[in-house]
C-alpha cells in the first residue's frame, strides 16, 4: 500500500471544517438533522465558511432534532454524551492511548449509496479531553484515505494499528505531532470478497505482545491471511476464524476455529480471550465465547448460512466443539474487561458487550466453570432505536467510552455519537487493573495439557480426553492429534472404553489422518452412537467415496438417534452427489426436506432395512398431506413389526388425512392389538373433536390398563360435557383395585376436577402444597412408557416446545438425551421453576409494536434493516417489520410456562420423570 498523508486540524483549509460538539446533563440534547449536515459539508467544500456558520446558527436553533440519552438501569452507573454529528458520523473502532486520547474510526465507505454526500474515504479521528471533563477541547484528523475500515488496537509499545476488510495497518505518527505520517501492512487478506464486515475485522493485543485478529465466514469464499514473513493461512467455507502473528506481521498462526464473524476480541486482565460471534441467520443467539488455543466452535460455512446442518454446532452440540460462554443481544460489536474500568466493586468480574442490533451494553459476570466460564446477561444501559453502540473502551482512568452508530442503516449516514459511561459521583469503585505479568504467570491447566506432545503423556491425555469438561477435552485431543501419539492412538481405536474410541477418532481427524477411508470403516459400525456420528461427519466432510456404499451400518448397529440419522442423510447426499457424473447443482449440500426426504422415503419403503432404522426414518418424514404417504403409513401400521407399528401411528397422528383418523380408531378399538399399540393410537387421536371421544367412553372398561389411563387423561380436556362427566363419575365409583387401578383412578379425580372447573390443588386431592414437597412425593415408581404418552399428550402440552428423537416442538432444548445432563432433582427443578435456568440459545425475546401489542417468543431471525421472526410459546411465528417495533428486549422469563405440574396427576408427574430419566 502507498504511504499517505494524513489531513490537518478541522480548521485546517484541506479538511471540512466542523462546529463544536453539543453536550448537556438533560436527557434530551439537540443535534442538527442528517440532511442539514449533508448540506453543510457540501457547503463547507466550496469554501463559504460564513454561510456554513450562519446555517448552523439557524438550524441549530429553530430546527434541531432530539439525541435521547440512552438509560442506566444500574442507579450507580451515569452515561452522559461525549460528541455528535457533526463533529463525529458513523463511527466504528475505537483505542485510548496513554494520553487518554480518544481515536475514532469514521466510516465513509461502509455500503455508501450514490447520493451519499460526505468524504470519500474512512478517516481516525482523535478525541482530547485534556480537561477530563467529558468535553473533547481538540478533535482532528489523525489519518485518512482509508476504506472498509473496523477496529483499532494500541500495541504494548503504544503504535496504532487498524483493521481493515482487507488486512491490518500501523498508523505510523513517529514525530508524535497527532498526524499519522505513514503506514505499514504487518497483515493482508487475499480473497475475492468484498463484503465490508466479515473480512478482518476484531484485533487485540495479548499481553505477551502477540497481535490476535478476528476473519469472518468471507461467504465462504477462498482467501489466504499472510504476514510479512510470507507465513500464511489459506482456507475457505469453514467459517469465521481467530488467528495470532507478532507485532511485526510474522508467524501467523490459526488460533480458534468455527466463528460466524468474530467482530470484537478483548484480554482480560488473567490473560483470557473473549470474542462476540455474530449468528447466522437461522440459528441465534449470536454469542460470547472463550477463546482458547485450537478450539472449534462448531460453525461452518460451506453447509449453509442457516447454521441448521447437522455437521454444524452452535453451542457444542457435536463432539469436539465448545460451547459458549452466554448468548448476547443482536450484533455484538465491541467487548470491554470491567476490570479495566473503574466500575462498582460489584462489576469487576465481568464483561460489557454492545448490542448494535439491541440498542443496549450487556454485563456478562463470569462464573469460573472447569476450565472456562458460563455467564447470563444484565442489560445496564438501555437505548431507543437510535441507540447503536459498537467499540467499547476505558481509558487510564477507568473511564468508558463507547460509539454510537446512531441510525439502524447499514449504508453510511451523517449520524453519530461517542458515548461516555462512569460510576456516578461517590460511588464506591475500584481502580482499574493492570494486566498480569506473563513472564511469571503459571502455565494454565489447557496450556499444559496442549503442550503434552511428548509420547509419555499418553496417559495423562487419555484420561483428560475424557473429561467432563469440554475445553480440557478439546486440549487433550489437540495433544493427541501430534504425530507422536499416533502409534498409541491407532491401537485404542479398538479401546474398549467408548470414550476412548471417540477421543482417537477424534484426534486422528484433527491430526489429518493419512488413510481415513481404512479407519472409518471400523468407526462407522461402532456400537457407540457418538462415534458413529463422527465418522459420518468425517465421511462427509472429506468427501470419502470409498465409503459411500459403506455409511448405511452406521444404521444398523447399536443405538441410532435422530442426530446420527440426520448426520447419514446429510453423508450420503454429498458422496451420491460426488460419486455421481452429474454435477451436483449450487447451494447448500444437505436439504432435509428435498434430498433428504427422497432418502427417508425410499428407506421406509425398503423391506430389506432394518425396522428400526425405518423407524427412525419415520421421525423425519416431511410431507404427511401426501397421498402416497398416507398410503404407506397404513400399509406399516396395519404390518407385524410392533416399533414400526408404534411409530406409524405417532408419524400418521400428524396428518388431516380421514382415512388415517379412521384407522386410527380401528386400531384403538381392536382388542387384538397390543396394549402399547393401541395406547399410543389413542394419544394419536387426543386432537380430535369431542364428538369422535364420545365413542371412546366403552374404553374405561378395557383390559388394559395402558388404554384406560389414556381414554381418562384425554377425557379430562372435554370433562365440563355432560355425558363424558356422567361417564368418568360412574368409572370411579365401581373402579376396582386391580393393575393400574390407582393410577386410573388419580387420573379419575384428576379429570373431574377440570369439569367442575377446580384448582387441581384445591380439589381434595393429594398432592403437596408446595414446590420443596414435590421431590418426596414423587419417590415412588414410574412407567416410561406412559410418560412418553405424558409428555407427547396436548393436556400437558411438553412436546409443544420440546423435541425428543425427532418428534415434537423446536421452541425450548432438544430432550432426546436429556438424562446425560440431568438427573431427577434437577430435573423436578426444571418443571417446578423453568426460569431457574433458560440456555442462552432459548432466551425470549420481548417485541413492543406502534400499536401498543407486545409479541413474545424466541428469535429465529432478525435481518439487517432490524425486522424480526419470533415463534411465540404456541408456536406461532410472527414477522414484525422494523417499522413496527417500538423496543426489544430480552427476559429471563422462561417460555415454558410455570405450573406445568398442575396439569399432570403425581402419578403422571412420576412416569414424565421415568421417561427423561431413559433419555440417554
Known amino acids: 500500500m502507498d504511504n499517505q498523508t494524513g489531513a490537518r486540524t478541522f480548521l485546517s483549509a484541506d479538511a471540512t471544517e466542523y462546529p463544536t460538539g453539543f453536550t448537556s446533563s438533560n436527557t434530551v440534547i439537540p443535534a442538527i438533522r442528517q440532511s442539514e449536515t449533508l448540506r453543510y459539508e457540501h457547503v463547507v467544500r466550496v469554501g463559504r465558511w460564513f454561510l456554513l456558520a450562519f446555517v448552523l446558527l439557524i438550524h441549530t436553533i429553530t430546527q434541531a432534532a432530539e439525541i435521547v440519552v440512552p438509560k442506566t438501569n444500574d442507579p450507580q452507573l451515569e452515561i452522559s454524551l461525549f460528541a455528535s454529528e457533526p463533529q463525529i458520523v458513523t463511527p466504528i473502532g475505537l483505542a485510548i492511548d496513554q494520553q487518554s486520547r480518544l481515536f475514532v474510526i469514521e466510516s465513509h465507505t461502509h455500503e455508501t449509496k450514490p447520493d451519499y454526500l460526505g468524504p470519500k474515504h474512512d478517516r481516525v479521528k482523535v478525541f482530547t479531553d485534556a480537561g477530563q471533563d467529558g468535553k473533547p477541547e481538540n478533535v482532528s484528523i489523525f489519518a485518512d484515505g482509508l476504506r472498509h475500515t473496523m477496529n483499532l488496537a494500541f500495541s504494548p509499545k503504544q503504535e496504532l494499528y487498524l483493521a481493515h476488510r482487507s488486512g491490518i495497518l500501523i498508523l505510523h505518527d513517529r514525530d508524535r505531532d497527532g498526524v499519522s505520517e505513514n503506514r505499514s501492512a504487518v497483515i493482508e487478506l487475499k480473497t475475492a470478497g468484498t463484503y465490508p464486515h466479515n473480512g478482518i475485522d476484531g484485533i487485540a493485543f495479548a499481553p505477551d505482545g502477540w497481535l490476535y485478529f478476528g476473519l469472518g465466514e468471507n461467504l465462504g469464499l477462498p482467501y489466504t491471511v499472510q504476514g510479512t514473513d510470507g507465513s500464511k493461512h489459506s482456507g475457505g467455507g469453514e467459517g469465521g476464524n481467530v488467528f495470532r502473528c507478532r507485532s511485526d506481521g510474522s508467524q501467523v498462526q490459526l488460533v480458534a476455529t468455527g466463528f460466524w464473524n468474530p467482530f470484537a476480541l478483548e484480554f482480560d486482565r488473567e490473560g483470557n480471550l473473549f470474542c462476540v460471534d455474530n449468528d447466522p441467520d437461522g440459528r441465534p443467539p449470536c454469542r460470547l465465547l472463550h477463546v482458547v488455543d485450537d478450539a472449534d466452535f462448531g460453525y461452518k460455512f460451506r453447509y449453509g448460512r442457516s447454521g441448521q446442518h447437522p455437521f454444524v454446532a452452535w453451542d457444542g452440540e457435536l463432539p469436539g466443539t465448545l460451547p459458549m460462554v452466554a448468548g448476547t443481544g443482536e450484533a455484538p460489536s465491541g467487548i470491554l474487561d470491567c476490570g479495566k474500568a473503574r466500575l462498582p466493586v460489584r462489576r469487576r468480574n465481568s464483561l460489557l458487550v454492545t448490542s448494535w442490533g439491541d440498542n443496549s451494553l450487556e454485563l456478562y459476570p463470569l462464573k469460573a466453570v472447569g476450565a472456562s466460564f458460563r455467564s447470563t446477561k444484565e442489560i445496564v444501559v438501555q437505548g431507543d432505536k437510535s441507540f447503536r453502540p459498537v467499540a467499547i473502551a476505558a481509558n487510564g482512568e477507568g473511564t468508558i467510552y463507547v460509539t454510537d452508530w446512531a441510525d439502524q442503516s447499514y449504508p453510511v449516514h451523517q449520524k453519530g455519537r461517542i458515548w461516555r459511561l462512569a460510576a456516578r459521583s461517590g460511588v464506591g469503585s475500584v481502580q482499574p487493573a493492570t494486566a498480569r505479568n506473563v513472564e511469571v504467570a503459571l502455565e494454565d491447566k489447557l496450556e499444559r495439557l496442549l503442550n503434552s506432545t511428548s509420547s509419555t503423556n499418553y496417559s495423562t491425555l487419555l484420561v483428560a480426553a475424557k473429561d467432563d469438561d469440554p475445553f480440557v477435552r478439546s486440549s487433550a485431543i489437540s495433544a493427541l492429534a501430534h504425530p507422536n501419539h499416533r502409534v498409541n492412538i491407532l491401537r485404542d481405536v479398538a479401546n474398549a472404553d467408548a470414550k476412548v474410541r471417540l477421543s482417537a477418532l477424534l484426534a486422528l481427524r484433527k491430526g489429518k489422518h493419512s488413510q481415513p477411508a481404512s479407519i472409518l470403516r471400523k468407526f462407522l459400525a461402532d456400537p457407540d452412537e457418538q462415534v458413529r456420528l463422527i465418522s459420518l461427519v468425517w465421511a462427509g466432510e472429506e468427501t470419502l467415496i470409498p465409503l459411500t456404499n459403506i455409511i448405511d451400518v452406521a444404521l444398523t448397529d447399536g443405538n441410532v438417534t435422530p442426530a446420527v440419522f440426520k448426520a447419514y442423510l446429510a453423508a450420503a447426499e454429498i458422496l451420491t452427489a460426488a460419486a455421481s457424473p452429474t454435477p451436483r447443482p449450487k447451494g447448500p449440500v444437505w436439504d432435509q426436506g428435498a434430498t433428504g426426504s427422497g432418502l427417508i422415503e425410499r428407506m421406509l419403503r425398503d423391506d430389506s432395512k432394518p425396522p428400526a432404522l425405518r423407524a427412525i426414518a419415520l421421525t423425519m418424514v416431511p410431507n404427511i398431506a401426501d397421498n402416497e404417504m398416507v398410503d404407506l403409513l397404513i400399509k406399516l401400521i396395519q404390518g407385524t413389526d410392533q416399533r414400526l407399528r408404534i411409530e406409524a401411528i405417532r408419524t400418521l397422528a400428524q396428518s388431516a388425512s380421514k382415512r388415517g383418523s379412521d384407522l386410527l380408531q380401528e386400531v384403538a378399538l381392536a382388542k387384538t392389538n397390543s396394549g402399547g399399540v393401541r395406547a399410543e393410537a389413542v394419544l394419536a387421536l387426543a386432537a380430535q373433536p369431542l364428538d369422535v371421544w ?15 389411563l389414556e381414554v381418562a387423561r384425554t377425557l379430562r380436556m372435554y370433562a365440563a360435557d355432560a355425558s363424558i362427566s356422567a361417564a368418568l363419575e360412574r368409572k370411579a365409583n365401581t373402579l376396582g383395585s386391580g393393575p393400574g387401578g390407582a393410577a386410573l383412578k388419580e387420573q379419575l379425580d384428576f379429570a373431574r376436577a377440570f369439569g367442575r372447573g377446580s384448582d387441581a390443588g384445591k380439589a381434595g386431592l393429594n398432592r403437596p402444597g408446595s414446590d420443596e414437597q414435590w421431590p418426596t412425593v414423587l419417590s415412588g415408581a414410574g ?51 423453568p426460569s431457574q435456568d433458560v440456555a442462552p440459545q432459548f432466551v425470549q425475546y420481548q417485541v413492543e409494536t406502534k400499536n401498543d401489542q407486545t409479541v413474545a417468543g424466541l428469535l429465529n431471525v432478525r435481518t439487517a434493516d432490524g425486522s424480526m421472526t419470533l415463534t411465540t410459546g404456541e408456536g406461532r411465528v410472527v414477522n414484525v417489520s422494523h417499522e413496527a417495533i417500538v423496543s426489544v428486549r430480552q427476559s429471563q422469563v422462561s417460555l415454558m410456562p410455570d405450573g406445568l405440574e398442575e396439569s399432570m396427576t403425581v402419578q403422571d408427574f412420576r412416569d414424565l420423570l421415568a421417561f427423561l430419566l431413559s433419555l440417554k
Open 694 to 708: 364420545k365413542n371412546f367412553l366403552p374404553l374405561l372398561d378395557d383390559p388394559e390398563p395402558a388404554v384406560r
Open 783 to 833: 412407567d416410561a412408557d406412559s410418560g412418553r404418552r405424558t409428555f407427547f399428550h396436548p393436556a400437558v402440552t411438553c412436546s409443544k416446545c420440546h423435541q425428543v428423537q425427532g418428534r415434537g416442538g423446536k421452541i425450548g432444548p432438544d430432550l432426546s438425551v436429556i438424562a446425560r445432563s440431568s438427573d431427577r432433582a434437577k430435573l423436578i427443578q426444571s418443571i417446578l421453576n
